[in-house]
């Protein structure tokens, strides 16, 4: 117990140590053919006080990884290649369909995978995230 | 009256080459449109309308070929032929070119068809004022249909100031009625008749408002018209200034189906509209209301010309011709 | 387009009809924008990538059909409006089977058929991939109104593809209904969708004059 409280009075100190920047909440990928992008998806929450800028991402089970946005506004489906995010200060951004993701090139997975990727943030900081594989139909 | 192109005209009974020429050329380009539609050059129909291809292709022939009926020193001066010249080519344009896909996918762009159709091309049409050159060019059937007693009913209610204002304000702000509009974007029979009934409008009210003839010839003062060329003015900036200012979307064709420059929002498209069809208009109908004035201050010069005054007269009234 | 007088007073009438009846017909859900008397009848010739056979629409006589363009590349708006079609064909159970869903490149040159049959395969037996030649896409887009723009990539910049996202419904005579829009938006309104899509299926035909007359009186 007394252990426990130890650990609960250090952990915002160790925050700070290990800067863990953004917190990643609900991550996942959905894969459809090995032919065709993957796309992946979560919710970035940032705790800190000043704005945190994705400038990449990169995969081992991707080839290349791209931010991208896709945008419905004027009744017309695109998609653009996006060169950051930023995720504001104690805000968060989603990643999900119909807006930003992240599109793994050459995906090397299959549905029911874990896919670990890390972002790379403006400040030189990373942050890694594993991302549950889905299929087309099953997707959460 | 000269009449030696009633000779001429009497050749024109059967078919001639460049009717046949006119009509070979709609058939191929409608197969065109239909079955090879993607890689045609930009000049050709996005969507074939014959009524709008003969129309403004038989209306070149039939202008040259009055043209050179007309005596050299009865021909209507370089500028007038450009502005009718120019204004078919711009109902060509808009209508019979694939610029027309870009007009069915932005708002603004379909404000600048329908001013066009509706406004800038009637303009031109009437400033040319091409009656006599076309009366020596078309077919001399269509000369007598034109000069039947039905037509001339017809056209003697509607050139008439008032009717022509309204047939001008229907036919190009009926459209505008949001749940018309999605209608008639969707629907081709529909988009065609308002393309159709736009540019019918537009050309009955302008040749009301830019008749250059005096009175006697003309039905109408040259006041009247110049204050039916005015007055339209006012309901058609009230409809698109409220189209450019206010936030509510009111055209959501364009959003339900894809505009083709997304980076334009549908409030910027809306109000950019709202401005093509509130502005250069606006600035059109003073130009009228100027040129029917000139008009008259021309036609007063020259009927003083004409007054021989006889020899001891005194002058009492002495017209306002700015000279 | 031919343009007789018989059709062109019919399209007012039905127009003049939308608006007197937009007040007392059932309402769609908000994302569901009825076509119904305004758009042309389903017209389109392709080849249908799982049997590479030429279809025309008499194929998809008897079926509710929707119409849908994309690509395959599309890895983020496609799949999702193919996934919500997905889940609003579910909803509908065992009406589902009357259901076909057409799915129709506007990136032929990337998506050979193979590709596409093996893509559709994926969001369930109901969904059939269409591939055209460009004339035959140029043609179908020009009919329903759709605009899509392929774009070649250059040396600083990507492939992109872009395409109208909203999705045709037709009945099984192959007349237009309503179009669904946002169906690749955050929240779409599936019940919603579903219930207007369950309308059409038990359509039947010989009574839809009744039925008309019905929803004049009963609000």
């Known amino acids: 117990m007394r252990f426990f409280l130890v650990v609960f009075w250090l952990l915002p100190l160790m925050a700070q140590a290990a800067t863990p920047e953004l917190i990643v909440v609900k991550p996942w990928m959905r894969y459809l053919l090995a032919s065709i992008p993957a796309a992946g998806y979560m919710e970035l929450q940032n705790p800190g006080a000043a704005d945190v800028v994705i400038t990449g991402a990169a995969s081992s089970a991707c080839g290349m990884l791209m931010l991208h946005k896709s945008s419905d506004t004027s009744g017309m489906a695109m998609m653009m290649d996006v060169q950051s995010i930023t995720v504001p200060a104690h805000g968060s951004v989603t990643l999900a369909p119909g807006g930003y993701h992240l599109m793994c090139m050459q995906p090397a997975m299959k549905p029911g995978d874990k896919v670990a990727l890390t972002l790379s943030l403006q400040n030189g900081g990373t942050v890694a995230a594993v991302l549950p594989v889905y299929g087309a139909q099953n997707a959460p | 009256m000269d009449n030696s192109w009633m000779k001429t005209r009497l050749m024109d009974k059967r078919l001639d080459y460049a009717s046949l020429g006119i009509i070979t050329a709609a058939v191929l380009v409608d197969l065109a449109c239909r079955f090879l539609p993607a890689n045609l050059p930009y000049v050709f129909p996005f969507i074939f309308n014959a009524p709008v291809f003969l129309g403004t292709w038989f209306m070149v022939l039939w202008y040259f070929r009055g043209m050179a009926r007309t005596p050299a020193s009865e021909r209507p001066g370089r500028v007038r032929q450009w502005f009718f010249l120019g204004a078919l080519a711009l109902v060509y344009f808009v209508l019979q070119t694939k610029f027309e896909y870009l007009t069915q996918h932005m708002f603004f762009l379909n404000r600048v068809q329908a001013v066009s159709i509706g406004m800038v091309a009637p303009f031109g049409i009437a400033i040319g004022w091409m009656s006599e050159v076309l009366a020596r060019g078309i077919p001399a059937w269509l000369l007598a249909a034109c000069r039947s007693a039905v037509v001339r009913k017809i056209g003697y209610v509607l050139f008439h100031p008032l009717p022509a204002m309204a047939l001008f304000l229907i036919t190009s702000d009926i459209w505008l009625i949001p749940s018309v509009h999605f209608a008639a974007m969707i629907d081709p029979t529909l988009y065609a008749i308002m393309n159709f009934s736009c540019l019918f409008g537009g050309l009955v009210f302008w040749l009301v408002v830019l008749d250059p003839r005096p009175t006697p010839v003309s039905r109408f003062s040259f006041l009247a018209r110049a204050a039916a060329g005015f007055l339209v003015m006012f309901p058609q900036i009230g409809i698109s200034a409220y189209i450019a200012l206010t936030s509510t979307d009111l055209y959501s064709f364009y959003t339900l189906c894809g505009r083709i420059f997304p980076a334009i929002s549908p409030a910027n498209d809306q109000m950019l509209g709202g401005m093509i069809q509130w502005i250069p208009p606006g600035m059109m109908n003073t130009a009228a209301l100027i040129i029917a004035l000139n008009s008259l201050r021309l036609s007063d010069i020259k009927a003083e010309k004409d007054i021989v005054i006889p020899p001891g007269a005194k002058v009492y009234k002495a017209n306002w011709t700015g000279r | ?219």
């Open chain 3, 1 to 219: 387009m031919n343009v007789s007088f018989r059709s062109g007073l019919t399209s007012l009438a039905a127009a003049a009809a939308l608006l007197l009846l937009s007040a007392c017909h059932k309402n769609l859900s908000d994302q569901d924008v009825s076509v119904q008397g305004l758009v042309p009848p389903l017209a389109l010739a392709m080849q249908d990538v799982s049997t590479n056979q030429p279809v025309t629409a008499a194929n998809f006589q008897g079926k509710v059909t929707l119409l849908y363009f994309g690509y395959t590349n599309c890895p983020d708006v496609c799949p999702f409006t193919l996934g919500n079609i997905d889940k609003i064909l579910k909803q509908l159970g065992p009406l589902a089977k009357d259901v076909t869903v057409l799915f129709v490149t506007v990136d032929p040159d990337r998506d050979a058929p193979a590709t596409l049959a093996q893509y559709v395969a994926l969001f369930g037996p109901n969904v059939q991939g269409l591939r055209g030649t460009p004339d035959q896409l140029f043609a179908l887009a020009r009919r329903y109104r759709v605009v899509f723009s392929v774009i070649k990539p250059t040396a600083t910049t990507s492939y992109q593809v872009t395409h109208s996202a909203a999705v045709y419904v037709f009945n099984t005579k192959g007349d237009a209904q309503f179009l669904i829009s946002g169906l690749d938006t955050d929240k779409p309104d599936i019940a919603g969708i579903t219930d207007d899509l369950r309308d059409v299926i038990n359509q039947n035909p010989h009574i839809s004059l009744l039925s008309w007359l019905e929803t004049l009186t009963s609000s």
